[in-house]
């Protein structure tokens, strides 16, 4: 079992900065890949971005040049720094988290509000 904690979620004038961190804890060995997703009212979960283990990076469209995320391997965490914030980032962000041992298991974080007001 893969635990994840997210923090640093808030409210924010659009144009402004936030990050986010995820700590995993527990069973952490052999996690393929961990990124944060988002859903915003009325709508479906979306990948904003994912870190695999062989180094790559992937980003939503919606947010490439703005998102950056970062790992730290002795903290067992992961960054989601996110500047020039728009309204419609507006959304709950979840960290995830996949770990193959023998079968890919999926592990989600609680989610943190992130709110950026016009």
């Known amino acids: 079992q893969v635990q994840l904690v997210e923090s640093g979620g808030g409210l924010v004038q659009s144009g402004g900065s936030l990050r986010l961190s995820c700590v995993a804890s527990?069973?952490?060995?052999?996690?393929?890949?961990m990124g944060w997703y988002r859903q915003a009212p009325g709508k479906q979960r979306e990948l904003v971005a994912v870190?695999?283990?062989?180094?790559?990076?992937n980003y939503a469209d919606s947010v490439k040049g703005r998102f950056t995320i970062s790992g730290d391997n002795a903290k067992n965490t992961v960054y989601l720094q996110m500047n020039s914030l728009k309204p419609e980032d507006t959304a709950v962000y979840y960290c995830?988290?996949?770990?193959?041992?023998?079968?890919?298991?999926?592990?989600w974080g609680q989610g943190t509000q992130v709110t950026v007001s016009s």
């Open positions: 870190s695999i283990r062989d180094g790559t990076t």
């Open positions: 995830n988290a996949v770990q193959f041992v023998q079968r890919t298991y999926t592990y």
């Open positions: 527990g069973s952490i060995f052999s996690i393929m890949s």
